[in-house]
């Protein structure tokens, strides 16, 4: 039997596939339909729909700008230097708050082939809650926080501490004298001022303002230091005599009389029942006010004056400074220096110990060397050295706050407050028209009185109390005015 072929449909031409005869006549090519135009068809993409695509390119139009308390975005040529002017502005509100007078920038609308078309945006549940809260702007700044969200606790921020330029008491002090190796004011636990003038020494009541004579050394003899005990009434009195009298300041009666020295005692330091007198015969003597005898030790080693002297909070070390540029550190047994620091260039007279960190020393220089410079006792190493371009006349830490105040001579008499340990001026006080050469720091930590050639005591609350630091010192606070010493 003889097989049929299989029929097939019949070739449609050219004509009925709408081809031009151009194309039918290229059989071997291979053709692709063109695509239309899906503007010109009006065509609007879906919002359901997922965009894939090789580039990431960031929109804004799901941005939620109400949230900031600015204006929608509008539309303009230059995108890239509009979105660089929204950041500016955004960061000088910031700054410089929304009164600053920054409007908002516009940002540019989407088009394409220069046609707008509606943007559609995607869905707005990536990265939302399910309910927004309305914040404000300045409650997402760092500068500041808006304690009024719920749930949310914030430290506020601490404004910058105000110093007063000012003293807040004066006291005339005559015969105050304007030497820079003496040490004639100082400040008891029990809120009461001693200085020394001429041959005399006064106490001050800080609490009622009362001033008290409490010796008279006669016209042969005057008063070159004066020390009070940490605890205690009792006050120590160095004369150009060599002598250091004890005294107890609540009966004004003289205790003893001790000798050792063979020139004036220009410095005191207290360590509980043991006294230190540093004197110009280059000599420290170690006296125990309970023992019979002048002075236990005698300490030797620096080559001229000795002007400065202070024990550490521990009372383990002493610190020493002379007039041979030199500061050394004893400890309780020695006779000899355990430190010794050289770097110095002009006489050591003020010297401090921190009561933050143990082993942490400062000291300063005189006119020649005009620094302060910071040791380590622990590690016998020098941490810092700060010129402060004036003759270091004292120094003293605050018990409160990390920061310590020097006082200055030649040649600008200021006090200048420091922060540690960035050694950043907090204050500049000026008043004095003569070097400052005396220091004391009140009990409470706040207040600080100064003394100068000028014949003149300056209060000054410089450092905050210990819980606030908005607190005011209560020393002298209802006796404002100049008054008189004596």
Same mark, same amino acid.
């Given at each position: 039997m003889e097989e049929t072929p299989p029929q097939f449909p019949p070739t449609p031409s050219s004509s009925e596939l709408n081809i031009p005869s151009t194309m039918s006549s290229r059989p071997n090519l291979s053709i692709t339909p063109t695509t239309p135009n899906l503007l010109s068809l009006g065509y609007q993409p879906s919002p359901s729909r997922t965009i894939i695509s090789d580039r990431?390119?960031?929109?804004?139009?799901?941005?939620?700008?109400?949230?900031?308390?600015?204006?929608?975005?509008?539309?303009?040529?230059?995108?890239?230097?509009?979105?660089?002017?929204?950041?500016?502005?955004?960061?000088?509100?910031?700054?410089?708050?929304?009164?600053?007078?920054?409007?908002?920038?516009?940002?540019?609308?989407?088009?394409?082939?220069?046609?707008?078309?509606?943007?559609?945006?995607?869905?707005?549940?990536?990265?939302?809650?399910?309910?927004?809260?309305?914040?404000?702007?300045?409650?997402?700044?760092?500068?500041?926080?808006?304690?009024?969200?719920?749930? !949310?606790?914030?430290?506020?921020?601490?404004?910058?501490?105000?110093?007063?330029?000012?003293?807040?008491?004066?006291?005339?002090?005559? /015969?105050?004298?304007?030497?820079?190796?003496?040490?004639?004011?100082?400040?008891?636990?029990?809120?009461?001022?001693?200085?020394?003038l001429g041959n005399c020494v006064?106490? =001050?009541?800080?609490?009622?303002?009362?001033?008290?004579?409490?010796?008279?050394?006669?016209?042969?003899?005057?008063?070159?230091? !004066?020390? =009070?005990?940490?605890?205690?009434?009792?006050?120590?009195?160095?004369?150009?005599?060599?002598?250091?009298?004890? =005294?107890? /300041?609540?009966?004004?009666?003289?205790?003893r009389t001790m000798e050792g020295h063979r020139l004036r005692v220009g410095t005191l330091a207290w360590s509980t029942s043991q006294l230190s007198s540093g004197s110009r015969d280059k000599s420290i003597l170690q006296r125990d006010i309970r023992a019979q005898e002048n002075y236990v030790s005698k300490l030797s080693g620096h080559k001229s004056e000795v002007c400065g002297l202070k024990w550490s909070y521990d009372n383990r070390e002493l610190a020493s400074g002379g007039n041979d540029n030199r500061l050394y550190v004893w400890n309780q047994h020695s006779t000899q220096p355990v430190l010794k620091y050289c770097e110095h260039t002009?006489? !050591?007279?003020?010297? /401090?110990?921190?009561?933050?960190?143990?082993?942490?020393?400062?000291?300063?220089?005189?006119?020649?060397?005009?620094?302060?410079?910071?040791?380590?006792?622990?590690?016998?190493?020098?941490?810092?050295?700060?010129?402060?371009?004036?003759?270091?006349?004292?120094?003293?830490?605050?018990?409160? !706050?990390?920061?310590?105040?020097?006082?200055?001579?030649?040649?600008?008499?200021?006090?200048?407050?420091?922060?540690?340990?960035?050694?950043?001026?907090? /204050?500049?006080?000026?008043?004095?028209?003569?070097?400052v050469l005396y220091l004391a720091i009140s009990p409470d930590g706040q207040t600080i009185v100064t003394g100068a050639g000028d014949e003149t005591l300056r209060f000054w609350n410089v450092f905050p109390s210990p819980k606030s630091q908005n607190t005011e010192s209560e020393i002298g606070a209802s006796f404002l005015g100049r008054t008189q010493i004596r």
């Open positions: 990431f390119i960031p929109s804004r139009s799901s941005s939620n700008f109400n949230l900031f308390n600015i204006s929608p975005p509008n539309n303009s040529d230059d995108p890239l230097s509009s979105s660089s002017a929204a950041y500016t502005t955004l960061l000088r509100t910031a700054l410089f708050g929304p009164d600053s007078g920054f409007t908002p920038p516009v940002t540019p609308d989407k088009s394409v082939g220069g046609r707008n078309f509606p943007v559609v945006s995607p869905s707005r549940n990536i990265f939302r809650f399910k309910s927004e809260t309305r914040q404000s702007l300045h409650s997402l700044l760092p500068f500041e926080t808006d304690d009024n969200l719920p749930g !949310v606790s914030h430290s506020p921020v601490k404004a910058a501490r105000k110093v007063p330029r000012s003293p807040y008491k004066v006291l005339d002090a005559p /015969a105050l004298q304007d030497d820079f190796y003496l040490n004639l004011v100082d400040w008891s636990s029990h809120n009461i001022l001693a200085v020394g006064y106490l =001050w009541n800080a609490c009622s303002s009362k001033v008290t004579k409490l010796c008279d050394l006669g016209t042969d003899d005057s008063v070159c230091s !004066v020390g =009070w005990a940490q605890r205690g009434t009792h006050l120590a009195v160095g004369t150009s005599n060599g002598k250091v009298q004890i =005294w107890d /300041a609540s009966r004004c009666k003289r205790i002009a006489a !050591v007279k003020a010297i /401090a110990w921190s009561p933050h960190l143990h082993g942490l020393l400062a000291s300063g220089g005189g006119t020649a060397d005009r620094c302060i410079r910071f040791w380590n006792t622990t590690t016998n190493s020098h941490l810092s050295c700060m010129d402060t371009g004036s003759q270091v006349c004292n120094l003293v830490w605050s018990k409160n !706050v990390n920061e310590l105040v020097s006082t200055h001579g030649y040649s600008q008499n200021q006090i200048i407050v420091w922060r540690y340990p960035t050694m950043s001026k907090l /204050a500049t006080l000026t008043g004095h028209t003569f070097r």
